[in-house]
């Protein structure tokens, strides 16, 4: 089917103010990533699933990040009184069964997260 | 923390040149992956090599890895305006939470 879709393309907020971001994977597709990227900068990890096993949530910033993953499939990355600092370009990418070797990832176009 | 650190953080060449970007890793690796990204979106897969391999090509594009020196190169061949993208190397750690962890990535420029 189609790739990878997120879930407002571009998310304008007041500070203080929580958001939701949303990521459809690639069906049967078993490992979820969610990436951060400020202008000009690399990809900064924030959280991966893996099929049915505990996340890693190792990248998340601080507590006010948190992400979901419901059945599997749709993820939902939620900031919670966002900070100007929270501006970002926010990847979802998924993998496919396999692990391992096969770790190609799928990315989706980003929602592009301005906190004002 | 990055993973990954790519070498040079920018690059710029003209149409028909070859283009060398360098990425250096600090962990075991399973295999490693080379991305392009344009516009400052999503990033697209170019190829993967796996710790075994030594050498991959794939059209335009050759990737060298050295695990005894935690390096890779992407070598593109015979550059275009339309390669004109940042590129990012990507390692997928040991382990069964194979997570993927990007580099720094390289601006390369491609100029008539």
């Known amino acids: 089917g189609a790739g990878v879709s997120q879930s407002p393309s571009n998310k304008v907020t007041e500070k203080g103010k929580d958001v939701e971001l949303r990521c459809d994977p690639i069906s049967g597709h078993t490992a979820l990533y969610w990436y951060r990227q400020s202008l000009g900068q690399g990809l900064e990890f924030l959280i991966y699933?893996?099929?049915?096993?505990?996340?890693?949530k190792s990248g998340l910033p601080s507590d006010r990040f948190s992400a979901e993953r419901t059945g599997g499939s749709v993820s939902t990355l939620t900031i919670q009184r966002t900070q100007q600092e929270d501006s970002a370009v926010y990847l979802c990418?998924?993998?496919?069964?396999?692990?391992?070797?096969?770790?190609?990832?799928?990315f989706g176009q980003g929602t592009r997260l301005t906190v004002v | 923390s990055q993973q990954g650190e790519e070498d040079p953080q920018a690059l710029s060449i003209q149409e028909g040149e070859n283009a060398t970007m360098n990425c250096s890793y600090k962990?075991?690796?399973?295999?490693l992956q080379w991305y392009r990204q344009n516009s400052g979106r999503g990033l697209v897969h170019l190829i993967l090599i796996r710790s075994n391999e030594r050498e991959k090509h794939s059209g335009r594009l050759r990737v060298t890895l050295d695990t005894s020196k935690k390096s890779s190169s992407l070598l593109i061949t015979a550059s275009r305006a339309a390669d004109t993208a940042s590129y990012f190397c990507?390692?997928?750690?040991?382990?069964?939470?194979?997570?993927?962890?990007f580099g720094t990535g390289t601006r390369l420029q491609v100029t008539l």
């Open positions: 990507a390692t997928a750690s040991t382990g069964t939470a194979s997570k993927l962890t």
């Open positions: 962990t075991s690796i399973n295999n």
């Open positions: 699933f893996q099929g049915n096993s505990a996340p890693d």
């Open positions: 990418a998924s993998s496919p069964p396999g692990g391992g070797v096969r770790t190609e990832a799928f």
